[in-house]
């Protein structure tokens, strides 16, 4: 069964610096997902993204983030000066384009901040 | 109001029971509805959608009460294996606007 992967594992960085986490999507589908969830917390929606371009995005998704997809495979998500509390459980998910189709999710990345 | 509401448990019974888990949702324009399991420190993985008119898979059964806007959730004859977080998943949206709410997740743990 096609599966959405996500690298590295864990990621292990200190406060102020960027961090790239990376995602293939499921080959066929067309809609692709950030989500993160801080330890103990709720899974929370970051961005959407489609056709090349952001769908939608929450007011956790400001300046310090940005997504794409560079090479039609990879779909990343970069932070920028990362603070202690973007540690968490960051999910990538993608799903096809058919009605109410449900999300398919990656491992995550856990993501600590030192 | 939040958008997704669970009791979040946990909730502790012994193999072979029945529990059943609620969810209320806020938005009555909400148009897709899913049940997912996670376990600890994993992804959610999908356990089921929920239909208007219900739906069973196995042991799990899953219902939809637009009316008073909540999907339920039942597990027959527990596991052990059935220890987890379930997250209800709620989208109002479509295309891409499609956006799934969780909700918090309620706990069960299933003990011998």
């Known amino acids: ?14 406060m102020g610096q960027e961090v790239i986490l990376r995602c293939v999507p499921i080959s066929n589908h067309l809609y692709f997902y950030w989500y993160r969830q ?6 929370e929606f970051l961005v959407s993204f489609y056709n ?4 939608e995005k929450s007011e956790i998704f400001d300046d310090q983030f940005s997504v794409e997809r560079p090479d039609g495979s990879n779909f990343t998500l970069k932070i920028r000066s990362t603070k202690l ?3 968490a459980m960051y999910f990538c998910a993608s799903r096809p384009n058919s009605y109410n189709s449900p999300l398919h999710f990656g491992n995550g990345t856990r993501l600590t901040v030192t | 109001r939040k958008e997704v509401e ?5 909730f502790n019974v012994p193999e072979g029971a029945t529990v059943a888990f609620n969810c209320t949702y806020s938005n009555s ?15 959610p993985k999908l356990l089921m959608s929920v239909y208007s008119s219900g739906n069973e898979d ?13 999907i339920s959730l039942l597990i027959r004859d527990s596991k052990l294996s059935d ?5 209800c998943v709620v989208n109002k949206g479509s295309g891409g606007s499609y956006i799934p709410t969780f909700g918090r997740g309620t706990s069960l743990i299933v003990h011998p």
């Open chain 1, 85 to 87: 509390e973007d540690s």
């Open chain 1, 38 to 43: 801080i330890l103990g917390q709720k899974v």
């Open chain 2, 6 to 10: 669970q009791d979040p448990g946990p």
């Open chain 1, 1 to 14: 069964e096609p599966e959405v992967t996500q690298t590295p594992s864990h990621q292990v960085t200190q």
């Open chain 2, 29 to 43: 324009a909400s148009q897709s509805f899913f049940w997912y399991r996670q376990d600890c420190r994993k992804e």
């Open chain 2, 58 to 70: 196995g042991r799990f059964t899953a219902q939809l009460n637009r009316a008073s806007q909540y």
């Open chain 1, 52 to 55: 090349n371009e952001i769908s």
């Open chain 2, 83 to 87: 220890s987890a977080t379930y997250l």
